[in-house]
């Protein structure tokens, strides 16, 4: 069935260092990776997608690739500040309305 | 995003009771979905509703059920509470966009589930 795997699920990083999150989905369908940011209590943010006729998108220190032939995408953050910590979430879409999510990735950046 | 709105935030039932969970979408959206969150998982898919019509459904029971008003708001309804039904329960307002027709969505602030 559809499934999203996501590595690493703790990453601890120096403040400045970059961090990476892989993901790699299963339905060759997912037209659509949307990325969210979930605070402690909080709902979940989206912070930056990629559509699969993107191969890449970059928005100030966020960067998210995709390779539709692995079915792999993965978030980069560069410059990593203590405000980064939180816990991170892929997700593939379809096409449809449906999610499939990733189990996180709880990144804490250490000052 | 910040206009997806849940009530109530937090709740707390006993095993058994009923629960309806209510969200207002963002202006303009007419799709709304549903997810249930399990402390240390992601979100998972319960329901979506376009146009007032249920058009998706997830590896949930009879016992979660949900409706689409007029106005684009939503009710999300749970009977029999059993203790695995805590979580948070977020509501997702939904505009397909872009050429690929995705649905990009918006998460409310969510209702937290507590079943003793």
């Known amino acids: 069935g559809e499934n999203v795997e996501q590595h690493p699920s703790t990453l601890s990083v120096q403040e400045g260092d970059s961090a990476v999150i892989k993901c790699t989905y299963s339905?060759?369908?997912?037209?659509?990776f949307p990325w969210y940011k979930q605070e402690l209590g909080k709902r979940p943010q989206l912070i930056i997608d990629?559509?699969?006729?993107?191969g890449e998108k970059k928005d100030q220190r966020i960067a998210v690739t995709l390779n539709k032939t692995a079915k792999h995408f993965s978030l980069h953050i560069t410059e990593t500040q203590p405000e980064d910590s939180a816990v991170y979430f892929c997700a593939a879409s379809g096409g449809t309305y449906k999610y499939i999510f990733g189990t996180g990735t709880r990144l804490k950046v250490l000052a | 995003d910040a206009g997806v709105t849940q009530s109530p935030t937090h709740l707390i039932k006993t095993r058994g009771q009923h629960v309806t969970l209510r969200c207002s979408p963002i202006?303009?959206?007419?799709?709304v979905s549903w997810y249930q969150q399990v402390l240390g998982q992601g979100p998972q898919f319960i329901f979506q509703?376009?146009?007032?019509?249920?058009?998706g459904r997830g590896n949930f029971p009879d016992r979660f059920s949900a409706r689409q008003f007029p106005n684009y708001s939503s009710e999300l309804n749970v009977n029999a509470l059993l203790l695995g039904d805590s979580a948070l329960y977020l509501c997702?307002?939904?505009?397909?966009?872009?050429?690929?027709?995705?649905?990009?969505?918006?998460f409310g602030p969510g209702t937290r589930l507590t079943v003793t």
């Open positions: 339905d060759s369908a997912s037209n659509y």
């Open positions: 990629i559509r699969s006729n993107v």
């Open positions: 509703y376009y146009e007032k019509e249920e058009r």
């Open positions: 997702a307002s939904s505009l397909r966009s872009g050429a690929l027709g995705v649905w990009e969505q918006y």
């Open positions: 202006s303009g959206h007419k799709s």
